[in-house]
């Protein structure tokens, strides 16, 4: 199966952007999928397909694609926005799904 | 309001079975592939199974592959998973959730509404 890389935390300040890469060999052929949770709940999608946000989601969120790497930006940070965000995405050849490590995002 | 609730979790010792249950609310459906995705105390996100709306395909990942089975019951708005020969790597909070796509098979869909979970403890 895929193996998708994302780096361990990333720390911002309030009113910042936040940037979140995920690394994988078959990004850019299938798309890229990204989650938020926050301690003791459930995760919830924030990004799919690379881009696009579920109804419900701040334009805040926003996604790319480019190569191998996929990105979730997040701007203007603010307080609620500290969580854990796992990217995803399907491995066509498996027919298995593969999340990443997580990225915990800490505002400063 | 889509809406999922998962139960059946709990504290069983090494080598037991359990089933799991979730119950689906608010939307129709037996026109979505469903999903069971666990997370392992203080760990990430590990799927583990997949079911197609109508049942016909299932997928597992290769650590519980032969001991966990999913169904689905689309007259009760039921999912289930059965977990057999229970060991400790298998202690974590097991989610249902939803695929973003109405009678998807075989595409690259997003989960779009998650359970609160389930824990399953596997300690002797």
Same mark, same amino acid.
């Given at each position: @199966?895929?193996?998708? $890389?994302?780096?361990?935390?990333?720390?911002?300040?309030?009113?910042?952007?936040?940037? #979140?890469?995920?690394?994988?060999? +078959? #990004?850019?052929?299938?798309?890229?999928?990204?989650?938020?949770q !926050?301690?003791?709940?459930?995760?919830?999608?924030v990004?799919?397909?690379?881009?696009?946000?579920? @109804?419900? #989601?701040?334009?805040?969120?926003?996604?790319?694609?480019?190569? +191998? &790497?996929? &990105?979730?930006?997040?701007?203007?940070?603010?307080?609620?926005?500290?969580?854990?965000? =796992?990217?995803?995405?399907?491995d066509? !050849? @498996?027919?298995? =799904?593969?999340?990443?490590?997580g $990225?915990?995002?800490?505002?400063? | 309001?889509?809406?999922?609730?998962?139960?059946?979790?709990?504290?069983?010792?090494?080598?037991?079975?359990?089933?799991?249950?979730c119950s689906?609310?608010?939307f129709?459906f037996?026109?979505?592939?469903?999903? *069971?995705?666990?997370?392992a105390?203080?760990?990430?996100?590990? *799927?583990?199974?997949?079911i197609?709306?109508?049942?016909?395909?299932?997928?597992?990942?290769?650590?519980?592959?032969?001991?966990?089975?999913?169904?689905?019951? %689309?007259?009760?708005?039921?999912?289930?998973?059965?977990? %057999?020969?229970?060991?400790?790597?298998?202690?974590?909070?097991?989610?249902?959730?939803?695929?973003?796509?109405?009678?998807?098979?075989?595409? %690259?869909?997003?989960f779009?509404? *998650?359970?609160?979970?389930?824990?399953?403890?596997?300690?002797?």
């Amino acid at each position: @199966s895929d193996v998708l $890389t994302q780096p361990p935390s990333v720390s911002v300040a309030p009113g910042q952007t936040a940037t #979140i890469a995920c690394g994988g060999d +078959n #990004i850019g052929s299938e798309g890229v999928h990204w989650y938020q949770q !926050k301690p003791g709940q459930a995760p919830v999608l924030v990004v799919h397909d690379d881009s696009d946000r579920p @109804s419900g #989601i701040p334009a805040r969120f926003s996604g790319s694609s480019s190569g +191998n &790497t996929a &990105t979730l930006t997040i701007s203007r940070v603010e307080a609620g926005d500290e969580a854990d965000y =796992y990217c995803q995405m399907w491995d066509r !050849k @498996s027919d298995h =799904y593969v999340f990443g490590p997580g $990225t915990r995002v800490t505002v400063l | 309001q889509a809406q999922l609730e998962e139960s059946g979790g709990g504290v069983v010792p090494p080598g037991r079975s359990l089933r799991l249950s979730c119950s689906a609310s608010g939307f129709t459906f037996d026109i979505y592939p469903m999903y *069971w995705v666990r997370q392992a105390p203080g760990k990430g996100l590990e *799927w583990v199974a997949t079911i197609s709306y109508d049942g016909n395909y299932k997928y597992y990942a290769d650590s519980v592959k032969g001991r966990f089975s999913i169904s689905r019951d %689309n007259s009760k708005n039921m999912v289930y998973l059965q977990v %057999n020969s229970l060991g400790p790597g298998d202690t974590a909070v097991y989610y249902c959730a939803r695929s973003d796509l109405e009678m998807a098979t075989r595409v %690259n869909d997003a989960f779009d509404v *998650w359970g609160r979970g389930t824990m399953v403890a596997v300690s002797s």
